[in-house]
């Protein structure tokens, strides 16, 4: 009914027939926060975002979440984390993080030096065995989003 509704509605039809050949695709997550990691209010930082998403092996959720919350620190020093979040709903065993960096370079560097700090590697040792598999996102926000 309410798809339906929309499609009556002049200005979503010019909405969608102007937003359909930026879309590669969709999906959709009902993801929670982590208690540990509350996400930033929306701010204009004109720098591109990183979304992580990791399927972990059933059964990991909260070791990860053990190991992860000592690396934040570790990573927190070179750039300004986002978010976290985490599934009960829909894909299981799913976690996702998001960054900002000004831009590729600057990523790139943050990544580098994140090695360097003692713990890093530890938290990357013990959290990828408990993932079954991982995706990196490079997001650019349109000029209407609140996060540009």
Known sequence: ATMEKLSQDPAYTEFIKDLRPLLISRENNMMLEFSFWKTSPPQVTNGIYELRKYNLKPGN?????YHWRKGLECRSQFCEPVGAWFSQLGQLHTVQHMWTYPDLQTRKTTREEAWKVEGW???VYKTVRLIDSMHSYILKPLSYSPLR
């Open 121 to 123: 590697s530890d938290t």
């Open 61 to 65: 959720l909260l070791e990860w979440e």
